[in-house]
Each structure stands twice: as structure tokens, then as C-alpha cells.
């Protein structure tokens, strides 16, 4: 399997991922500006969205979103607990926190990241984030992860979105049980391997 990413982009959820299930695979890089891999291909051509992650698949198939990619890897490894079995509350459960993620959390840090975004817009993104992470905190009370005491495809998800509050000085001091699920999360193994390999320590 080979995952196109761009260090630090939501592509090192499933880098993450990757780690922590511990299949062979490989990364290319990506310039999302110039759409071009760091082999010189058209990246265009390989994922028309333009965007990573992108997995492709030893059969030659390709498979693209995070919450799709996440899903998938954890499925290939059962053993892993990574995710909870199809067809149970808890994997819905999984799904919900995913879906959540992907559209309150992660799509509201994206405004700082667009040059064209006017300042109002970054406002308003700002403000629904505070709300956002406050929930958020609120529900990692009394838990290690997202869905208690396991780690899961959701918890790097959530990891490497709330890791960009750095880059648009949004304090999260404020909420001690997100915190700690940082910290938590950022000392596992295979969080810090991904993290090397992409530049990011």
C-alpha cells in the first residue's frame, strides 16, 4: 500500500494509523499546489480530487477521505482494536465521532489556511471551534479516548486536527481533558513515528 500525504495535513491521521497497525506500506508526498508527487507524477491523474490522503491499494485501486482510509486499515487488523466491529452501536458510535470531526472540527481550521479567507469568515470558524472543543472536552471526562479506554481510528483523527490550534494561536489551556488527550495520544509510539518520518519532530 502506498499513502500520499503532505506532512502535517489530515493525511497523518491515517499515517498514524498505518503505524499503529503495523502493515507494511509506503508514503509519497505530495505538492497540493503544483499537484505532483515527490516522484514527479501527476498527482491529477493518480487522485482527481486533488487532495490526500489518498491509499492506494495493492491491487491498484485507489481509496480517498480519512474516515473511509482510517476505517479500512482498522478493518485489516481486527486484532488491533482500532475500530469496533461492523455492525455494532460502538462502531456507529466510531462513525459518528468521525463524521463529527471531519465536518465541526476539522472543516472550521481550514478558513485559516486559505489565503483567500476574509477575516469575518476566520471569525466565525474561530468561534464554532471554541464551541466545538468545549464539547469535546466535555466528553473526554473521566475517559482515556474518544470512546473510553481504547485508542481508535477517531482518537488520531482528532489528534492531528486539534494539533493545528497551534499554527492559528488558539489557546487550549482552557480544557484540561483535551489537553491531556494530546499529550496521551502524542507519546504513543506510533503517533511519534509518523510524526519523524513526516518532519514533524
Known amino acids: ?3 500520499f500525504l503532505k506532512a502535517g495535513a489530515c493525511s497523518l491521521s491515517p499515517h ?3 503505524e499503529e497497525a503495523g502493515l507494511p506500506y509506503e508514503t509519497e508526498s505530495v505538492d497540493l499546489a503544483k499537484k505532483v508527487t515527490a516522484s514527479g507524477a501527476d498527482y491529477l491523474a493518480i487522485n482527481p480530487k486533488g487532495y490526500v490522503p489518498a491509499l492506494l491499494l495493492d491491487s ?3 481509496l480517498t477521505e480519512g474516515p473511509a482510509i482510517v476505517q479500512y486499515l482498522a478493518d485489516l487488523v481486527p486484532a488491533k482494536n ?3 466491529a461492523n455492525g455494532t452501536l460502538a462502531r456507529y458510535q466510531l462513525q459518528s465521532w468521525l463524521t463529527f470531526i471531519g465536518t465541526e472540527v476539522h472543516k472550521n481550521y481550514s478558513p485559516f489556511f486559505n489565503p483567500a479567507a476574509p477575516a469575518e469568515m476566520k471569525d466565525i470558524a474561530r468561534a464554532n471551534l471554541v464551541r466545538r472543543l468545549g464539547y469535546i472536552n466535555e466528553q473526554l471526562e473521566g475517559k482515556s479516548f474518544l470512546l473510553g479506554e481504547n485508542f481508535s481510528v477517531a482518537d488520531a483523527y482528532l489528534f492531528v486536527v486539534i494539533g493545528w490550534s497551534k499554527y492559528i494561536q488558539l489557546d487550549l489551556s482552557s480544557w484540561p481533558h483535551l489537553t491531556a488527550f494530546m499529550a496521551r495520544v502524542a507519546a ?5 513515528a509518523a510524526m519523524k518520518a513526516e518532519g514533524l519532530l
Do not use: S, T
Not at 504513543?188 to 511519534?192: C, D, G, H
Open 1 to 3: 500500500m502506498k499513502l
Open 16 to 18: 498514524i494509523v498505518l
Open 60 to 62: 491498484g485501486e485507489l
Open 82 to 84: 482500532l475500530a469496533p
Open 188 to 192: 504513543r509510539p506510533a503517533v511519534q
